[in-house]
């Protein structure tokens, strides 16, 4: 099946608005480009489609024709699957999917951004608050496109989680380990010994994930 469509149950549309011809750094979405991708849904289908992930609103989104639209009812869907990474539904979002241990570790994509300033009198000016950005590029639907406007800034961001027991725990320092694994504490502290491990590193993290589920 060509189009993701084909699942129209899964489908509606949050926002739109034309592709800019030029080639344009994608700094509110996962990638830098709209890439080639998979989506998986729970009844087993699957449909390709041009996708790509936006930080912003924490939506999947996929490019119909030059429109960007938003893949909708995510719970429905099992896996999205774009340039070899798996990302699955969680509180609301996507979040990628970095082992398929036991107790799995995920990354949630966060993003602030700094827009322009405002008068607030006596030649004072503030900056608008994060939550008020994003909801005026929401509302004038430049937040779907390619392209932000050019007065605003989008600060990139991540958290770790591991899933235990249906919560998506933080798991992004030694001492976040240690709770999730409190039998493994003095291990877990060897670990990040021995490996040097980098915490604001995923390829780090996933290697010290593994070794502690081994």
Partial sequence: MRTIRNVVVLIFVVGCCGVNAQPVKLTHYVFNSFQQGKVKVKSGVTSEQTLNY???TNEMIFDDAGRMMAIGNAA????????????????????????NTLLPLLLEFTAT????????????????????????????????GLKLPDDFKVIPGFTFRILKAGKYEKAGSA?????????????????IRKNDTRFFNRNDLIKLVLKIQA
């Fill in 175 to 191: 001492k976040q380990l240690g709770s999730i694994f409190p039998e493994q504490k003095k291990r877990i502290s060897e670990l």
């Fill in 76 to 99: 429905n869907v099992d896996t999205v699957y774009i340039q070899g990474r798996k990302f699955v539904p969680a509180e609301g979002k996507f979040y990628e999917l970095l082992t």
């Fill in 113 to 144: 951004t700094e827009a322009p300033t405002a008068s607030v009198g006596y030649g004072n000016a503030s900056k608008a608050t994060n939550a008020t950005s994003i909801s005026k590029l929401v509302k004038s639907g430049n937040v779907y």
């Fill in 54 to 56: 936006n930080i912003l």
